[in-house]
């Protein structure tokens, strides 16, 4: 990493530089800058993280950050329906990629466009940072819209288990409730809290702007200060999440019995926040347990015809996570078998470690991973999102040589440390048959 | 001349072979894509699982290395291997960095030319594949799109879909001589494309294909040449019950009578993209962001490519209990769209995002190794691809509204839906 600041540019700091990407902040009001220049296509991609997600919510407004993002493509001071600016006219009729998620433990907005577009991506983003209009209005059918957005979540067997997990494993802490939210939440919450929401977190000072692709640094950045330098930093400090989860005292279970076709196990532990060292130890691990056919779990469910698909859930987030082990049964399969076979490898990872030769395979496969992720301007912006919603971007950049340092005693000693069974909580889909 | 006539370099030394190479400035990542005809369309008998089941079973092991070995091969320098079938094609894709290129090629090749088809791979497969298709028993998006076309295209029609339980039992009958007499009749060179983008040189790429390919055996084969058409639709309505679903799919839709290379084919793909075709076209704008019916609804031509006369269709999930209300807010922006056409002024807008999309799609090695081989598989030279936005520029006004009123015809579209009926 590299603090030497090579050029000067009029309105920003240069903070630091990893991994060909630089970071600026704007002097006007502390709004951070990612920017790495890439010329291989005609393309570059605007993305503004928003440092607030689903982890800053509570009871009564769950799933308000997402609606919120879904709110913010209803019209701003200069992109609205009134002025013919709408923002997905603008955009999409430049033929722009154009959306915005929600997680965790942040929101993005984000546009890939032809590069000689990227000015009117920095306008708009500038402009609904701060003068969004979020009518009642416009609540009402987009409460409706998001609505549908849960109910086709909930069809899935898949996500009501993985919602029923979390719920289980998290009861204090706020990654107890999914991104969506609650469904009486998602119904009733007012505008007049989404406001109050919108303008405790849409901030300059709480916010990232990366920008990567086919430009000159100079005329980007010349860009941000234009639009951006408008906004004032927050006039109070953006409120921390301070509720913890107390301590896990025992296993926990949760059965959920709809009718459907076939089963599904979830194996979770509790895991370490994301900056924690021992999140490149559990990624290694992952790719040993479930990535590939020659994975053991692959081995022992798959092969032996037990379970069609097998995966594991380990992203990383700002606070304590989740490691979990999924596996879609095949039909008539024994949810008990198949906890016990992935519960009893753990067991063997815990006893016996992994091999040299399982070590060095993984690292490879997150090496490649790695080097796509920088494949097109949307990919790099993309990785450096989730890099900055769990605390530091540069987690990004340096994940790779941190992952090469893991070695096998790193790898048993979380096993031990984090696979045990007072952390464990266990989720079962049961499809039931149809009431006749 | 466009980026694609002056960057992609073309490559037929091979008899039976042909590649195409775009070096970008992408570091250290190259993507492969390839395809020769073998889909479901060439299937030696009735059962049209065999191409399928096919294309899966090639990463289960070559005469020389089984699966694990593969994998180990793939996986210890991080590379990617994907086979997948379609109607007519066999499909390949490939994630590798560039040093580790000599590698996936080698072991492609391997792969294709020399598959195992041991009879216990196959039966851990089928558990797997009819499993998954159990699963698709409850996808109410799935249940309700095959309910469609099988009301709209005949049995012999490439655009018809077998049901669920058809594919179950047809999977179930699968035989690795089945598997062994579909490879020798189809699999070798003559048809064979492979597309490869990134940070690679043509030469040495060629090269690797030479050592690779070379001295496969020649196979004679063809596009089947589509003589069913589809049924004409008559307006009808049908419900698929799905317990315990809080959302339904819905679709409406009509074969349309002609493919992709008919003279009205993009008129009608840009009236039917001011419909549906992105999240600023009509059906978004009013159905979703204006009335709140919906999360997503769209608009779509499908089913063209290859002769095959294909169909229209719109789709959108709706909650059980505004289903109707949703449907017949949906009727009505068709109704409108029919009757009245669309404006100059969205169909300005809609080139201008054609033009823009194709800069945009040249974002990364996948999008671009995608592009250039569903272009060849058309047997389009690369400067279509340059000219392809050009090509949009020119349609008119009129001749859009003209293929709207002749090729859509509202009263006669089949409705289905898929849900826990309210």
Wanted: charged share 25%; with cysteine; net charge neutral.
């Amino acid at each position: 990493m590299s603090q030497k600041n090579k050029t000067t540019f009029k309105g920003f700091n240069f903070i630091r530089s990893s991994g060909g990407i630089e970071e600026y902040t704007l002097i006007k009001n502390g709004l951070r800058v990612l920017i790495l220049e890439e010329h291989s296509a005609p393309v570059a991609t605007f993305m503004v993280t928003y440092h607030v997600g689903s982890r800053n919510e509570a009871i009564g407004y769950t799933g308000s950050t997402h609606l919120l993002e879904h709110l913010m493509f209803k019209g701003s001071r200069n992109f609205n329906k009134e002025k013919k600016t709408a923002i997905w006219t603008e955009l999409q009729n430049i033929g722009a990629q154009i959306n915005a998620t929600t997680w965790n433990d942040r929101t993005n907005y984000f546009e890939v466009v032809p590069s000689e577009h990227l000015d009117r991506a920095i306008a708009i983003e500038s402009d609904r940072m701060r003068y969004a209009f979020l009518k009642d209005e416009d609540r009402q059918p987009e409460m409706t819209v998001v609505r549908n957005e849960f109910e086709r979540g909930e069809n899935s067997p898949f996500d009501v288990l993985d919602k029923n997990i979390w719920a289980s494993a998290y009861h204090a802490h706020p990654y107890h409730h999914s991104t969506i939210g609650w469904r009486s939440d998602i119904e009733n919450v007012s505008t007049q809290r989404l406001k109050a929401f919108y303008d405790t977190y849409y901030w300059p000072n709480n916010a990232t702007a990366t920008v990567i692709g086919d430009f000159s640094k100079e005329k980007a950045l010349a860009s941000i200060n234009k639009y951006f330098s408008e906004h004032s930093q927050s006039k109070e400090p953006i409120p921390p999440v301070y509720t913890e989860e107390p301590k896990q005292e025992g296993p926990r279970r949760t059965v959920v019995k709809r009718v459907g076709q076939t089963g599904i196990v979830g194996v979770a532990h509790k895991s370490p926040e994301g900056l924690h060292d021992d999140t490149y130890s559990f990624h290694v691990l992952s790719k040993i347990l479930a990535d590939g056919k020659t994975s053991r779990l692959s081995k022992l469910l798959i092969d032996k015809g037990l379970a069609t698909s097998v995966f594991m859930y380990d992203f990383p987030f700002l606070d304590n996570g989740l490691f979990i082990t999924y596996a879609f049964l095949t039909p008539g399969t024994d949810h008990s078998k198949v906890e016990d076979i992935i519960l009893s490898e753990y067991k063997n990872i815990v006893e016996n470690g992994i091999s040299d030769e399982e070590l060095k395979r993984a690292q490879a496969q997150i090496r490649a991973t790695v080097a796509f992720s920088r494949d097109g301007t949307y990919a790099v912006a993309s990785a450096l999102n989730e890099a900055i919603a769990i605390g530091d971007w540069t987690f990004y950049t340096t994940f790779v040589n941190k992952v090469e340092k893991v070695t096998n005693k790193n790898i048993k000693k979380i096993a031990k440390d984090y696979l045990i069974e007072d952390q464990s909580t266990v989720g079962w889909f049961l499809a039931m048959e149809p009431k006749k | 001349m466009g980026i694609f006539s002056e960057q992609v370099v073309i490559n037929r030394d091979i008899e039976g072979v042909e590649s195409y190479v775009m070096p970008t400035s992408a570091t250290d990542v190259v993507t492969i894509s390839g395809s020769m005809l073998g889909g479901s369309l060439h299937s030696l008998d009735k059962n049209n699982k065999v191409p399928s089941m096919t294309a899966a079973m090639l990463d289960k092991g070559t005469i020389d290395k089984d699966k694990y070995k593969i994998s180990d091969i793939l996986e210890s320098v991080g590379a990617e291997l994907h086979f997948s079938n379609t109607l007519y094609h066999t499909h390949f894709t490939g994630f590798c960095l560039k040093n580790d290129l000599d590698t996936v090629v080698t072991l492609l090749a391997e792969q294709v030319r020399k598959p195992s088809f041991s009879s216990d791979e196959l039966s851990i497969l089928k558990t797997r594949i009819i499993g998954n298709l159990e699963r698709n028993k409850e996808d109410t998006k799935k249940l309700a799109l095959i309910g469609l076309l099988r009301n709209i295209f005949p049995q012999s029609h490439p655009n018809y879909r077998e049901t669920i339980e058809s594919s179950i039992d047809l999977i179930g009958k699968v035989s690795t001589q089945d598997l062994l007499s579909f490879h020798a009749k189809q699999y070798g060179l003559g048809s064979l494309k492979i597309v490869a983008a990134g940070d690679l040189a043509p030469e040495s790429f060629n090269n690797l294909i030479a050592k690779a390919f070379g001295g496969w055996a020649h196979k004679k084969s063809e596009i089947p040449r589509i003589k069913e058409k589809a049924l004409k639709t008559k307006g009808a309505t049908k419900e698929i019950n799905v317990p315990d679903k809080t959302s339904s799919d819905l679709y409406l839709g009509q074969a349309i009578g002609i493919d992709r290379d008919h003279k009205d084919y993009y008129a009608l793909m840009m009236g039917v993209y001011v419909l549906g075709g992105n999240f600023s076209a009509r059906l978004m704008q009013s159905v979703r962001d204006k009335q709140g019916l919906t999360y997503s609804i769209g608009s779509s031509i499908s089913g063209v490519s290859f002769g095959a006369d294909g169909y229209w269709s719109t789709w959108g999930t709706f909650a059980p209990d505004i289903l109707e209300k949703g449907k017949k807010a949906t009727m009505e922006q068709i109704q409108l769209w029919f009757k009245n056409g669309i404006t100059e002024e969205e169909l300005s807008a809609k080139k201008n995002t054609i033009a823009g999309s194709f800069k945009v799609s040249l974002d990364s090695t996948s999008g671009l190794s995608g592009k250039i081989l569903s272009n060849a598989e058309q047997n389009r030279t690369v400067s279509y691809l340059d000219k392809y936005p050009e090509i949009i520029k020119k349609i008119s006004l009129l001749e859009v509204n003209s293929a709207i009123k002749k090729y859509i015809d509202p009263k006669n579209m089949f409705a289905i839906s898929a849900g826990t009926v309210a």
